[in-house]
């Protein structure tokens, strides 16, 4: 790239950002307009919008943004002067502008010179609606003066463009210089300040064991005071009282001392987690951004649905500077534009019906956003008519999602939660606005990832109200911690139902699997030391500790082996070269500096669901004294190879597990049929059946399909890797490369190791 390429592409992505800006500028300024277009001080900051982008487009060399900012400026001009009245086709036709400019600046665009001259056509009769056939033409000649109007058109635009953009992305309103980091950088430096914070904490037992010496110290001199008390009446040397003098004085010279360094330790240990403390809070402010950045474009986008839909609708906001992490804000803009498509299609009638409801034809739609104990908390409300309760009923019935007896009887919270449904929609008609049933759901499966609740209140005639809670930012969880297998694990809060304790007897049996009764219905049992592949603790209590998960519909008991307690973790992502570790989203430091792995609820329930299909599925003990070792994991060797055969079964066997061998690939098939295995190892080529067709009846029958599978082969091709994994395996190893490490590092990365 040339210097001049190399600058031409820094002034168009300078004019992109301007772009962006100014744009916004442009959007909200319009949609102040529409509701009073007279206002002078919209009128002026839209023309300087307008203005700045056609200067900008002029220095890069973009005619198409100044053609269309030239007739958006003429059009607010006018209306400045008092000679054009903004009526909403002009208002429409000024946002189509702003629209088509970001598009103009957005690299390979699809526009062509027809749709710019459409536009300068369109605003051209919107201004002079007298003379239709002028624009082409009259829009068309200034192309060709525009050389000799330097000074009036060119010149003064130059300094404006220049300067905005530089101070509206370089500086805040405070002027305050404003810095562009790297998003991995300040994940690392709020990922060092947290890493601190908690080192600081690990003065604290230091500090206790300090105190502690202190005491020993003067139990001794008060000793020494005792002893020497008792010596009074026994006649010393002239040399033993001198070294018990010195040892009273030498023993109180060190106490003192003593006193003073821990004095000066504790106001260390104090100073340092303070700035600590500070160093993390300001890191986490830097991820920070306001709230009103997910509302760009949403007021626009509820005022232009309201006008397909023939409704008249008015987004009010509060608490725009309301402080978010970054990322929660990405994730929320999508359940957000979701639930304000629901207000416009479903809450808001349309004027007709408004003004016979005694209500404004404009129908109003406020989303409010606070802060409270730590949670962004959103509410978002209209005043449509609120939900038809009776129709929410008949369609639980016709979709027979419940008995006609039961319906009847649902609360209007129980009807409520069915909008929440998968597939559920009041609407009978798919359009493109709504009719899916996809809207609420997917609301709540948003706001669930981010850790978070949505709750939905109605008022019959008065409008609908969606109450949201996520956390501020996703750096830090609330976490319930436990023991697992002498681990400790965090279950976030936000997918605990309950903490509760099992006696043996509470335990039942159903249909083959353990449960116990749960706010009127059987919740199913299972053992963290399972699903996370520990050690079952020889040490259990009579009383089981169970954590009541639950994701959507989906609720279980967690068996664990000890509370240790909640706590406010500061997330620590795991390194990205482990990938996605089953069950386990993160990772975060206690406070004595140990580490605690952060539970992925929605993994675990997955890996229920998993071992539930393939009957794995472990009892829990239900007394102390039927806790036995747990049982050795079952491995079966396929291969016609004598050799092969007995050193893998020689390294399996040493490492743990139990081991059984078959010949070829139809001598496996018969074993895998009459016998349990957690794990299939097996040749390619093999008489009578090879490992291909092997690997292919296994992944059709029902009850094995769910087997891991590994693959060790002479064939070290691409093709031939290809094709084992296309049948169905889970892991290839070519023998050529094969080494005792690398097959025991992939068994224990498929099923762990040798205890269950």
């Not at 004095?263 to 403390?277: G, K």
């Not at 509370?563 to 993160?586: C, H, M, N, W, Y």
């Not at 609820?601 to 070792?629: C, F, W």
Request: charged letters at 30%; hydrophobic letters at 40%; a negative charge.
């Amino acid at each position: 790239m040339t210097p001049e390429q190399m600058r031409d592409s820094s002034l168009l992505e300078l004019f992109s950002l301007e772009a962006e800006a100014q744009t916004q500028v442009l959007s909200a300024g319009l949609l102040a307009l529409e509701r009073n277009p007279t206002q002078a001080d919209q009128l002026e900051s839209c023309m300087r919008a307008a203005h700045s982008l056609k200067g900008a487009a002029r220095i890069v060399g973009v005619d198409a943004g100044v053609s269309v900012a030239h007739v958006m400026e003429d059009c607010l001009v006018s209306a400045q002067e008092g000679r054009l009245y903004l009526r909403p086709e002009h208002i429409d036709a000024l946002l189509q502008g702003t629209d088509l400019l970001m598009r103009i600046a957005t690299p390979n665009n699809s526009l062509t010179p027809a749709d710019i001259e459409a536009y300068v056509a369109l605003m051209t009769r919107l201004l002079d609606p007298l003379t239709p056939a002028a624009p082409l033409v009259t829009e068309r000649q200034p192309e060709q003066p525009r050389d000799e109007l330097p000074v009036l058109v060119v010149e003064p635009p130059p300094t404006a463009p220049i300067d905005a953009p530089r101070k509206t992305k370089r500086t805040t309103e405070n002027g305050e210089r404003v810095l562009r980091v790297t998003a991995e950088r300040l994940n690392s430096l709020l990922d060092l300040s947290s890493k601190s914070l908690v080192e600081t904490q690990r003065l604290k037992p230091h500090l206790a064991t300090m105190q502690r010496l202190k005491r020993m110290q003067n139990n001794g001199l008060r000793a020494l005071e005792n002893l020497n008390v008792h010596l009074k009446d026994h006649a010393l040397s002239l040399e033993a009282q001198e070294a018990l003098e010195d040892a009273r004085r030498l023993l109180a010279e060190s106490q003192q001392l003593l006193i003073e360094k821990n004095a000066e330790l504790d106001e260390f240990a104090w100073q340092a987690s303070q700035r600590a403390q500070v160093l993390y809070d300001t890191a986490l402010a830097c991820r920070m951004r306001p709230f009103a950045d997910v509302l760009t474009g949403q007021v626009r986008m509820v005022r232009d649905l309201g006008r397909d839909l023939g409704k008249q609708v008015r987004l009010e906001i509060e608490g725009e500077k309301t402080q978010v992490d970054r990322d929660v804000l990405e994730k929320l803009e999508a359940p957000l534009t979701h639930l304000l498509r629901n207000a416009v299609d479903h809450g808001i009638e349309s004027p007709e019906q408004r003004l016979l409801a005694g209500k404004p034809a404009e129908g109003v739609i406020r989303l409010r956003a606070s802060h409270q104990a730590g949670l962004l908390v959103l509410e978002l409300s209209d005043d449509g008519h609120g939900v038809d309760l009776e129709k929410v009923r008949r369609t639980v019935i016709e979709r027979q999602l419940s008995p006609a007896e039961t319906a009847a009887q649902l609360s209007e919270e129980e009807l409520l939660t069915f909008l929440f449904l998968p597939g559920f929609s009041l609407r009978g008609t798919v359009t493109e606005v709504s009719g899916r049933g996809v809207g609420l759901d997917a609301v709540q499966h948003m706001v669930r990832q981010l850790r978070g609740a949505v709750v939905l209140e109605q008022t019959v005639g008065e409008g609908s109200r969606f109450h949201l809670e996520v956390p501020l930012t996703l750096s830090v969880v609330r976490s319930l911690v436990v023991e697992v297998g002498d681990e400790a694990y965090a279950f976030p809060l936000a997918h605990i139902e309950r903490m509760c304790d099992l006696e043996p007897q509470d335990i039942v049996q159903v249909e083959g699997r353990q449960h116990f009764w749960h706010e009127g219905r059987h919740v199913g049992l299972v053992a963290a030391s399972q699903l996370l592949q520990r050690p079952i603790n020889p040490n259990s209590q009579q009383t089981l500790k169970v954590v009541v998960i639950r994701e959507r519909e989906a609720i279980y008991g967690v068996a664990v082996e000890r509370f240790i307690g909640e706590r406010t973790l500061v997330v620590l992502p795991l390194d990205e070269r482990l990938g996605k570790v089953q069950d386990i989203s993160a990772g975060a430091l206690l406070d004595d500096g140990s580490v605690v792995l952060i539970v992925d609820v929605e993994d675990m329930l997955r890996s229920v669901d998993k071992l539930l299909n393939t009957g794995r599925l472990e009892r829990i003990a239900r007394h102390s004294n039927q806790v036995a070792e747990a049982a050795r994991k079952r491995i079966l060797v396929v291969d016609d190879s004598l050799t092969v055969r007995e050193l893998q079964r020689k390294l399996l066997l040493n490492r743990g597990y139990e081991v059984a061998v078959a010949v070829d690939g139809m001598d496996g098939w018969n074993a895998l049929r009459s016998e349990d295995f957690d794990l299939l190892i097996t040749d390619i080529d093999m008489p009578r059946m090879d490992g291909i067709e092997l690997v292919s009846l296994l992944r059709r029958d029902n009850r094995l399909q769910s087997l891991p599978v590994m693959v060790v082969s002479y064939k070290d091709r691409e093709e031939d890797r290809r094709r084992g994994l296309d049948a169905g395996a889970d892991y290839y190893l070519a023998k050529a490369s094969f080494h005792d490490d690398a097959l025991l590092d992939a068994v224990v990365e498929l099923i762990g190791g040798a205890r269950a």
